[in-house]
């Protein structure tokens, strides 16, 4: 069998280099713990940025996966299938409780597959319902969107990131999509201020995340969420959440808006909906917002999104998520290895500690300087992790870690800072 050396030289020479990944090669896993094509184990702390909250292979989704891959894998949504209804039938009834419905029409999503389809998808609904039902005049919707962002990749939506060099590649993706304004994250204040220079009559919507992950689990002062939901109630403008990461319990509540009892008008959804082993999103709004008379037939569409395959595994991913309580498991387990981390940072690392910051199982520590060699060293000692923005390493295990696994992390951890 090939090396993990022969398999990264093979990833170079073949793959385009649009990742500059962590030099180990993953051939097995299982629950929280992945292995080398060597043997070695380590403790997956990044769960494919959240993407495996169940842990890797739970073996419910696998057997569903290979139950509905039996039977029939792909239609495309030329045909109806028996599981895509069923799967968004549950997502409707497991994600409807949080959504804002003030007109009481009901809960609709829209199925897709990977987390940028999903923001699109957001992008272009909103869009189409400030032109249909909120009445902007063609042409002049604009969406409010926050400095440090990461929705994805598209073109349209790194035009709107402030990440120049590594999203917006210093212009040459250009020129972007127009119709999005930028305001600091985290104020309030910046949102309405914005919505009333634009005119509220041309504002559609606002899009956010409720923690920003990719920017270093950046956690917003207490109470914006809720203000947000007030200030967009009042000038009718959609409040958009991107929870692709910190949605079904990664925060220790179902969504990250739950924290404030806010309801967002639409709630953008990935990554752990595929049960870390197919790519699986969605967007989940109200019927009054994306309903026949905005989105038609033939205005948007994907050959995969709702596919039988995704759809049984969605399905049993919701379910585990709801049943298992994952969501009160990531905050009492969250909150034991933050404690953790910041008595670590009591003694002093090799490397200043900026801040140690989270909520539930998605926690950060943000370093003085470059925090790179750190998480090499960390994989050195068997935990794999992943630095954002060069001085902050994010730590996101599976939900279905224990607190014993979690001690076990502590101690290496200690061990590269301290010693």
Not at 61 to 76: G, M, Y
Not at 150 to 179: C, E, K, L, M, Q
Request: aromatic share 8%.
């Amino acid at each position: 069998m090939p090396s993990s050396e022969d398999f990264i030289k093979m990833d170079e020479k073949y793959c385009a280099h649009n990742y500059h990944p962590i030099p180990v090669v993953i051939s097995k896993a299982e629950g929280v713990w992945v292995h080398d094509p060597e043997g070695k184990k380590y403790l997956d702390c990044l769960s494919a940025y959240s993407s495996q909250n169940v842990g890797h292979r739970h073996p419910e989704i696998i057997k569903a996966l290979k139950e509905q891959a039996d039977r029939v894998t792909l239609t495309s949504r030329a045909f109806h299938n028996d599981t895509m209804g069923p799967f968004l039938k549950k997502l409707c009834e497991v994600v409807g409780p949080h959504v804002n419905d003030p007109q009481n029409s009901g809960i609709m999503a829209l199925p897709m597959n990977t987390g940028t389809e999903a923001v699109e998808t957001g992008l272009k609904v909103t869009r189409a319902w400030g032109y249909i039902k909120k009445k902007i005049p063609k042409g002049e919707a604009k969406i409010i969107i926050c400095r440090n962002n990461f929705h994805g990749r598209s073109i349209t939506i790194v035009g709107f990131s402030t990440d120049i060099s590594a999203v917006r590649y210093f212009g040459n993706f250009g020129p972007y999509t127009p119709g999005f304004v930028i305001i600091p994250y985290g104020n309030a204040e910046e949102l309405e201020n914005m919505i009333l220079e634009l005119g509220p009559e041309r504002v559609a919507g606002f899009l956010f995340e409720p923690i920003q992950g990719e920017a270093g689990v950046n956690v917003p002062p207490e109470g914006y969420i809720k203000k947000v939901r007030e200030i967009c109630s009042k000038y009718n403008v959609l409040m958009v959440a991107d929870e692709i990461q910190t949605g079904f319990g990664r925060t220790g509540a179902l969504f990250a808006c739950d924290h404030e009892n806010a309801k967002p008008d639409m709630l953008l959804l990935g990554k752990a909906l595929g049960g870390g082993v197919y790519p699986v999103s969605a967007i989940v709004t109200t019927k009054d917002i994306t309903g026949p008379d905005v989105i038609k037939p033939g205005t948007h569409g994907s050959t995969f999104g709702g596919n039988p395959l995704a759809s049984a595994v969605g399905m049993k991913s919701l379910q585990i998520h709801v049943e298992d309580h994952l969501a009160e498991r990531a905050k009492r387990l969250g909150a034991y290895f933050i404690e953790g981390l910041k008595n670590i940072v009591k003694k002093g690392p090799k490397v200043l500690v900026k801040e140690v910051r989270g909520k539930g199982l998605l926690i950060a520590i943000e370093f003085e300087a470059d925090a790179r060699h750190i998480v090499e060293e960390l994989k050195n000692n068997g935990i794999l992790a992943k630095d954002t923005h060069s001085t902050t390493i994010r730590f996101a295990p599976p939900l279905v870690i224990t607190q014993e696994e979690i001690d076990w992390a502590l101690k290496v951890i200690e061990k590269v800072l301290i010693i």
